[in-house]
């Protein structure tokens, strides 16, 4: 049978990001890397190398064939859930900005929860791709995917690390959806979990700091709304087509680390409406290649695999542009292939490079699910499963 070749939007989607994002991040870090690092191309030396790197990922694992890496995904998850446990302990994980979230490997620093996103969706995608059919039932068929999931956010919480529970959780309930557990069950899960998470949320003044000063930021300007407000002044005067690339104003030491997670506000200054809305545009794209992907996908692990990475790059973009236009409270997201970030760049990569694995499968019946509803391992689709876009 012929095999298709790599959905060509989703690869060319990806590097125009990837290509715009390294020339933002040079462009919003070259005034805070001057002056803090004593070298204007620091930030963009580092985003150069680790884009290199993950891109070598991504086109590895595009030639690796997805069910051999889902195989290991149990494995994946043991190595994650020990990393996210010695993250936590003193002299181990290093903590920066109040947060121990990271290994400090010399060179460089290294943040397990970016390697634990990838690891969930995996593990999800292999284990009920297997065992779809027990999500009919709720102790003894979600209950224990729920464990797995709540321990991870768990040991996340700890860290703390708020932004990955919330993009973790999200993800799971939307590969759980798919492989077809049922709605009734997590609105029978919807009030305890929203009363934990109220309670969570209230335990840490900070974080009702943040939802007080979301309601009104100008009036908090000087305190927890002040990343808010000058990200608002930065797109504003971007007006419809910007000041001009390199000539951002807020980017000079008014907005926090603004090759970050705030890096949509500057090019929303430099290139305008015109320029943020393409980047909107260009995410779209990628999110509507990677729902055909898992919609046309030769099984259900690689349906539920395509859909649990489009989830994940959707979301993190949702919540960033939220974040950044004040439409939701602050949280630490970044923009992916955006934003800089080592860890984070090389396993959204990663990532990529299963979805394009998956778009090159071969559509036969002795493969896939087409004419005969079975998976590549010969197993029957499970009637209740449901592929992305069925309701």
Known sequence: MRKREYDFWILFTVLVMLAIGTVMVFSASSYSAQYYQNNKYHFLIRQLLWGTIGV???????NVDYHRIASSSPILMVISTIMLSLVLIPGIGTVINESRRWFNLGFTT???????????ILFLSFSLSKNSNRLDYFFTGLVPYLIVVGVTAGL????????????????????????????RHFVALAVPVGIIGWKLIMSKQYRVNRIIAF?????YSQGDGFQVVNSLYAIASGSVFGRGLGRSLQ???YLPEPHNDFIFA???????????????????????????????????????????????????????????????????????FFSAGGTSTVFLLTSVGILLNISKGTASTNFGIIGNNKDSYGTKRNSSSRKVGEL
């Open 266 to 336: 500057i090019l929303a200054e430099e290139l305008g409406f015109v320029g943020a809305f393409t980047v909107i545009l260009l995410f779209m794209l990628f999110i509507w290649r990677g729902v055909k992907v898992a919609m046309n996908a030769p099984d259900m692990m690689g349906s539920l695999l395509a859909t649990g990475i489009t989830s994940l790059i959707a979301l993190e973009a949702i919540i960033n542009i939220a974040v950044v236009t004040s439409t939701i409270p602050t949280t630490g997201m970044p923009l992916p």
């Open 110 to 120: 290294f943040q397990p929860s970016e390697f634990t996103k990838i690891a969930v």
């Open 251 to 253: 980017k000079n030491l």
């Open 156 to 183: 996340l919480f700890f860290e703390p690390h708020m932004s990955a529970i919330i993009l973790i959780i999200l993800v799971s309930i939307i590969i759980l959806f798919c492989a077809g557990a049922r709605i």
């Open 215 to 219: 309601l009104d930021p100008f009036k």
């Open 56 to 62: 070598i990922s991504m086109l590895v694992f595009s």
